[in-house]
């Protein structure tokens, strides 16, 4: 049974004339957690976008395989389709689009199935009460008005609703508090199971620290420079880059 389910390969990717990945490999198997740190700039959300196929990262070498399918120049709505999702720095704000109606609209959108909506909102609720979010949430406007904390918490619900083969956090745990990074963290574990991966992509080492990330990446000036466990997570944490930048 072939357990590969992102494969990315000597991939070149450029943005507003500038190369910023520059021969990037990465390898991700059903049932793993791996984790992308690096400096400021050294390309680790242009690999997400990358994956998802924004029009606004170009790519000019290089091949990704999603459960090796060539999914390189496919469009980002069928990459989600295929089962890829993607959590963002800066949720965006959706008025008179109700949290409930969003979800129920991307998950019919992915399954191609009609949602029934009494049995849709009670999963909703379920979730909601295991993430600590208020159920008057469900009926407000996508993030329109909600705290930080609130729009993270609300990715992971649309992540555990929606049930994607490969989940792509980025900066998904970026300034939130303590008590919300372990709501995060319970989330990620919610969904986390041997039939899907996690790639997670942070400055902060304290969302790793439950999760116990299989990989760790060092990501510097458009490639991966080093691999290891949690462990290298803690020693950047202490000591920063420095010695990876130039390898």
Known sequence: MNNNLLEINDLYVKAEEKEILKGMNLKINKGEIHVIMGPNGSGKSTTANAILNNPSYIKTNGTIKFEGEDITNSKTDEIARKGIFMSFQLPEEIPGVSVTNFLKYAKNKITGK?????????????????????????????????????KKKNE????????????????????????????????????KNKKNAVLIITHNTKILSSLKPDYVHVLVDGKIVKTGTYELAKEIEENGYSKYKNM
């Open 114 to 150: 009609p949602i029934k909506i009494f049995e849709f909102k009670n999963e909703l609720k379920k979730y909601m009460q295991e993430l600590n979010m208020n159920p008057n949430n469900m009926e407000r406007s996508l993030n329109v008005g909600f705290s930080g904390g609130e």
């Open 156 to 191: 992971i619900l649309q992540l555990l609703v929606l049930n994607p083969k490969l989940a792509i956090l980025d900066e998904t745990d970026s300034g939130l508090d303590v008590d919300a990074i372990k709501t995060v963290s319970k989330g990620i574990e919610m969904f």
